[in-house]
């Protein structure tokens, strides 16, 4: 007699996992080599088990998970469906318990009668397919079981997967689960009906041989006229639930139904649309049951049997219901942990600048990593922003903490740091008001940052403190240097001075500023990872050699590397700039006597810079655009006018005055004698802007040279 092989059976289309809980509600299947045609059963949904011995005579049923040979002795179990029959374990011979998904049946002796048929329906079952359950203890622990299979998902594709795998194929041979489209959150009433979309369907796969191979067409039978192999091709996707319909009626009802009730026959065409009721078996042998979240009816899920199974029971119904609430509850609150992870990710994103500018004479790059995924969003900040004169503010700070209130005091540290810079302040003086910001939001906000003013034509940098990280400036030659800057007190201590210091910055230096989660951690402090960030420095800029700084972007992505397991208690934020400069070869600077010759004047100097240059072909444009901004200066300045031309990759004309009212651009009128200048201006120029400093303003506006 051949022996009997015991395997797993997968319940989807996904392969077992390795390291599954034997608990689960899927459950191990019963199959064999080979087996008769005639054994084979309805192909719609193949048979949960085969055996080619003789099929347990009464009293002898065995429960799932175990075969015997002909002496009643049990056989091993193997672990995969491909897996070859187990001859060397040496605990072979110790019995498994029956996984919980399927519980042992207890009475299934009473279930056949001699011949091997079922003793109600006077039909055959095949050997070693799950018996129904007959006692409260055996749908507890499946209820049990499959319970703790959906509740193990966090986002809604999980549990719809928990609830599809955990009833199939113990509680059903199939099933299809439809969610609301879309998905109500909260307490949202969405407007307009009420449609459902098919979100997943699961079956038993079509049987396979012990090679894992389908089995050749010669030992199938005819298919028959309800098929319930591809349940996605038979169905529609979308089905409106129409106010007053017969669905609709079900869903109101909350309680799962058998398709065999006056009202779920109404109900089921137009849930599976034209030509859908095929897949559903006569009799009890589908269960339609409503999912009800916590306000509302979110979906509904169908449970078929086969035709050649048992049909359910009343108590079956029961399990349904509580299949459903757990699923529905459990979608409920996955769309609610989405939502706010959404706006968690929303305001970290509008927090942070989506797009670094490109100002003139320096490149910058950036990273943003927060404390875990599960807290996307935190107290961290990185900020570049446009200076007059050509200059760029470089800004980084770090809000005490890591939480939606952490990110709502740094959006607002944020939005006061670059109206004070609009301001043209004094770095020193620009933390001082932050600090004073901060003292306003409440006596707990604390923060640090570290404020620089970049000047790309005197190749300087000014750099305050505010008790954060030094900056790191690493040189072309490779060496890396931490800056000597005063360290300060946080922001919102109140009453402290903050202290500005003037250092160097020489062409093709790198500026690295970062916030504490990058170099400090529970297996480190801040200075020895400060350290270790230098030498991180040190040794990248080697890779490229000492003429070449290394990019940007690389240079980012290697200072991360330096972070092992463990680092990653805090947000880091990371802010990164190359100093290219301008070459003083590249600057024209001239002060001009608020006189009615001013403008005359700004002509001529501007027309020996572009020759000089070599850019004649802008001539004509930048003569009329000087002479329009530098007339409206000498008209109301009391004091010298300036004029600064520099040449880059654009050309960029500056005009500064003592008066700090900003012009605004208007249309003239066809009677008016002026008023046109900043209208060619806007017409003409590339790009133009006014920015009020200190001492007045600067107008300024941009060409391309080609």
């Not at 113990?170 to 307009?192: C, H, K, N, Q, W």
């Not at 939606?404 to 004070?420: E, F, P, Y």
Request: glycine share 10%; net charge negative.
């Amino acid at each position: 007699m051949d022996a009997t092989r015991v395997t797993e059976q997968p319940t989807s289309f996904e392969r077992p996992q390795p390291g599954v809980d034997p608990a689960e509600a899927r459950g191990a299947l019963l199959r064999t080599q080979k087996q008769p045609a005639q054994q084979l059963g309805n192909p719609a949904l193949p048979a949960q088990a085969r055996t080619d011995g003789p099929s347990s005579g009464p009293g002898t049923a065995t429960p799932c998970g175990k075969g015997t040979d002909g002496n009643g002795k049990e056989l091993p179990v193997n672990g995969s469906e491909h897996s070859q029959p187990a001859t060397t374990e040496p605990d072979a011979h110790r019995p498994r318990p029956a996984p919980e998904g399927i519980p042992a049946q207890p009475g299934a002796e009473q279930e056949r009668a001699p011949g091997g048929q079922e003793r109600r329906t006077g039909r055959g079952l095949p050997p070693g397919r799950p018996m129904p359950m007959r006692r409260d203890g055996d749908r507890l622990r499946f209820v049990g079981a499959a319970t703790r299979r959906i509740a193990r998902g966090l986002d809604l594709d999980e549990i719809v997967m928990g609830l599809c795998r955990a009833t199939v194929p113990t509680f059903s041979d199939a099933i299809l689960v439809y969610l609301r489209e879309p998905l109500p959150v909260g307490d949202e009433r969405p407007s307009g009906p009420v449609v459902l979309r098919l979100r997943r369907t699961d079956r038993i796969p079509q049987e396979r041989d012990t090679d894992g191979v389908l089995l050749p067409p010669a030992f199938e039978p005819e298919p028959e006229p309800s098929v319930l192999a591809d349940l996605s091709s038979l169905t529609t996707e979308l089905c409106e639930v129409r106010p007053g319909g017969a669905l609709n009626e079900v869903l109101r009802g909350v309680r799962p139904v058998f398709a065999d009730a006056p009202a779920a026959r109404a109900a089921l065409p137009e849930l599976l649309g034209e030509g859908g009721e095929g897949v559903v078996p006569g009799g009890q042998r589908a269960i339609l049951a409503p999912l009800r979240g916590r306000r509302r009816v979110i979906g509904a899920a169908l449970f078929l049997r086969r035709p050649d199974r048992l049909a359910f029971e009343a108590d079956d119904l029961l399990v349904a219901a509580q299949l459903a609430t757990h699923s529905a509850l459990g979608i409920d609150k996955a769309v609610l942990y989405g939502r706010e992870a959404y706006i968690a990710d929303e305001l970290q994103r509008t927090m942070l600048p989506e797009t670094l500018p490109r100002p003139t004479g320096v490149r910058l790059a950036s990273r943003y990593l927060p404390a875990a995924e599960t807290a996307r969003v935190g107290g961290d900040w990185y900020d570049a922003i446009p200076l007059p004169g050509s200059r760029v503010a470089l800004v980084v700070g770090d809000v005490m903490g890591h939480s939606m209130t952490s990110a709502a005091i740094m959006g607002q540290l944020r939005t006061t740091a670059q109206t004070l810079a609009g301001l043209d302040l004094p770095p020193q003086e620009v933390l001082h008001h932050l600090d004073e910001q901060a003292q306003r939001l409440g006596t707990d906000r604390m923060a640090t940052c570290l404020y620089a003013v970049y000047d790309p034509v005197t190749h300087r940098i000014t750099i305050a403190n505010a008790g954060h990280p030094p900056p790191v400036l690493l040189h072309l030659g490779g060496r890396a240097e931490v800056l000597r800057v005063p360290p300060g007190a946080p922001i919102g201590v109140g009453g402290v001075d903050f202290e500005a210091v003037e250092l160097d910055a020489p062409a093709g230096g790198t500026l690295l500023l970062y916030t504490d989660g990058l170099v400090e951690s529970r297996l480190r402090d801040v200075w020895t990872g400060i350290e270790q960030l230098r030498e991180k420095l040190a040794a990248t800029a080697q890779l490229t050699g000492p003429d070449h700084p290394p990019p940007l972007e690389a240079l980012c992505d290697e200072v991360l590397d330096m972070l092992g397991p463990g680092d990653r208690d805090d947000d880091i934020a990371l802010l990164a700039a190359r100093f290219d400069g301008i070459a003083p070869s590249d600057v024209a600077y001239w002060t001009l006597e608020p006189e009615d010759s001013a403008p005359g004047q700004a002509r001529r100097l501007a027309r020996r810079a572009l020759a000089r240059w070599d850019l004649e072909d802008l001539t004509d444009s930048v003569e009329l655009l000087v002479s329009e901004v530098v007339t409206n200066a000498v008209r109301y300045a009391s004091r010298p006018v300036t004029l600064r031309l520099l040449r880059t990759d654009v050309l960029r004309c500056e005009v500064g005055d003592d008066v700090p009212q900003l012009p605004r651009l208007r249309q003239a009128r066809a009677t008016d004698e002026g008023g046109r200048g900043l209208y060619l201006v806007n017409k003409l120029a590339r790009r133009w802007g006014a920015t009020r400093l200190s001492t007045g303003k600067v107008v300024w506006f941009e060409l391309n040279p080609g």
